[in-house]
C-alpha cells in the first residue's frame, strides 16, 4: 500500500471531512485498477467524481488523500 503514496484517483463514495468516516477511491496500483478505504483531513466532504491525490496511510489498508 505504500506505493499508492503520491497517486491520483477518482473518488468513488464520497469521503467525510476530518475523518469522521470512510469513503471510497478507484486508484491505478501496479498497472490495475483497485478501490481503496480513504479518508481526509480536509475540512470539507470530497464528493464523487472528485480528483484527489494519495498523501499518506491511515491504518493498514486506508489511504489518507486530498482533493486534486
Known amino acids: 500500500n505504500r ?11 464520497t469521503v467525510p471531512a ?10 491505478m496500483l501496479q498497472g ?7 479518508v481526509t483531513d480536509s475540512k ?5 467524481g472528485s480528483e484527489v491525490v494519495v498523501i499518506g496511510l491511515s491504518g493498514e489498508n486506508t489511504l489518507l488523500v486530498k482533493k486534486k
Open 44 to 48: 470539507e466532504a470530497i464528493p464523487t
Open 18 to 27: 476530518e475523518r469522521r468516516g470512510e469513503g471510497k477511491v478507484n486508484i
Open 32 to 38: 490495475s485498477l483497485t478501490e481503496r478505504n480513504a
Open 3 to 13: 506505493n499508492a503514496v503520491g497517486k491520483s484517483g477518482k473518488v468513488y463514495l
